[in-house]
């Protein structure tokens, strides 16, 4: 069974997801004559796979792992290549892997010839319900986290659920971080099937992660197909990063992605509750869903300063004005600007103990 999820705008596209989905690719590279398939080592037979599947010329284009391949010397590398192999305005990128690969050659796409087609295929949980979905590409620079980066809506998007099969659980989990925001901020029947059977959640061959998948991706359709560019309602998609962002720059990007949203969730809950808008059991509930996923919900206490320092590059921030997305109930977000010292203070307690 393939579900098809169609995410509106200037530039539509589907998100698909299902089992065996190679075939859904060449309808998206009608008039090209090249493919670019960069992808992490890990991930190479399912590139290489990507790519006899195309049957076009294709560039195989190894990038480094995880967050070491979301780099402005890496993107450099894969330019490097589409020149070499004359990549003309027809053709089309393509992205093999977890979001940092697909944020990686999103943003090599976005930026080769002014634009040019990109698809991600997702292979993480995080990549298929985020990351591969809404044009968001980016780069990491010393600065902070996806500092460099363009919105480029891909032609289509491919999650192909039988990637899930080697993904690690402790990368399923991860992923779930991300699930679990769409939980908070839109669709808390996400919450109850987590609360419900979490070990089945974390399972690659069940209906329910399956459910959740196409839950989240929804949820991000939803919010991306009316504000691409992040004017507005997008930022309730950054739920938790705020925080999560600071501390990946702080832990030079070792840390999952996931794991650290996941802490900046507890941290975006208790400013919400301390604030007054978010009541006790709704703010509680994060910890403990995000706990029997294994996910982190604690950091240390030292790093505050630093973390507050890394939150001031928040794409969020207006002029000195840091500005957070905090619940005003269940599936009700708003923002939170300019909180005062205490007040994060007092937050980021909740999150150090
Ligand atoms: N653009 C967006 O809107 C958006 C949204 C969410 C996350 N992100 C970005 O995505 C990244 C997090 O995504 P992620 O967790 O997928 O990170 P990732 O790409 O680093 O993947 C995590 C790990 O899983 C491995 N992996 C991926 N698929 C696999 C598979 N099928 N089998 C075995 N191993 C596999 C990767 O090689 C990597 O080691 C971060 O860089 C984050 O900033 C972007
Ligand atoms: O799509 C969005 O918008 C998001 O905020 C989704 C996030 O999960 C994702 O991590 C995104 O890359 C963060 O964006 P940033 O603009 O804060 O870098
Ligand atoms: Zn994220």
């Known amino acids: 069974m393939v579900t098809r999820i169609a995410v509106t705008g200037d530039r539509p596209y589907d998100v698909v997801v299902g089992r065996g989905l190679t075939k859904e690719l060449p309808p998206l590279l009608e008039g090209a004559a090249r493919v670019a398939v960069l992808h992490p080592p890990a991930l190479r037979a399912r590139a290489e796979a990507v790519a ?7 560039v195989p284009i190894e990038v480094p792992d995880a967050e070491r391949g979301k780099s402005i010397e890496v993107a450099a590398r ?3 290549e589409l020149g070499a192999a004359g990549f003309t305005r027809t053709d089309v990128v393509v992205g093999v892997g977890g979001g940092a690969t697909t944020d990686l050659a999103g943003y090599v796409a976005a930026a080769w ?14 990549g298929m319900v985020d990351a591969a979905v809404g044009g968001k590409t980016a780069v990491n620079i010393a600065a902070g986290k996806n500092l460099v980066g363009a919105f480029h809506p891909p032609a289509g998007v491919l999650c192909d659920l039988d990637a899930l099969d080697t993904l690690p659980r402790e990368d399923i989990a991860a992923g779930l971080a991300e699930v679990v925001k769409g939980g908070f901020i ?5 919450l109850e099937l987590v609360e419900e059977n979490p070990e089945a959640a974390l399972d690659p061959h069940s209906d329910v992660l399956r459910e959740l998948i196409e839950r989240k991706i929804q949820v991000k359709a939803d919010v991306v197909g009316v504000d691409l560019k992040e004017s507005g309602l ?42 007054g808008r ?17 996910l982190p919900t604690s950091y240390p206490e030292e790093g505050w300063s630093e973390l507050l320092a890394g939150m001031r590059v928040d794409k969020k921030t207006r002029a000195a004005t840091l500005r957070f997305v905090v619940l005003d109930g269940l599936a009700k977000p708003g923002v939170l600007a300019g909180p ?4 994060l203070r007092r937050a980021y307690a909740e999150v150090a103990r």
């Open 52 to 58: 006899e599947a195309t049957n076009l010329k294709t």
């Open 78 to 80: 894969c330019w490097d």
């Open 113 to 126: 010839l002014r634009g040019v087609r990109w698809i991600p295929v997702a292979t993480s949980v995080a």
């Open 186 to 190: 839109a669709d808390p029947r996400i």
């Open 234 to 275: 997008r930022e309730i998609l950054n739920y938790g990063h705020t925080l999560g962002h600071a501390i990946e720059r702080r832990e030079k990007y070792t840390w999952k992605h996931g794991h650290a949203v996941a802490v900046g969730m507890i941290f975006a809950a208790e400013l919400g509750r301390l604030a």
């Open 278 to 294: 978010l009541d006790d059991a709704t703010a509680a509930r994060h910890r403990a869903i995000l706990e029997l996923l294994g």
């Open 340 to 343: 005062d010292d205490g007040l």
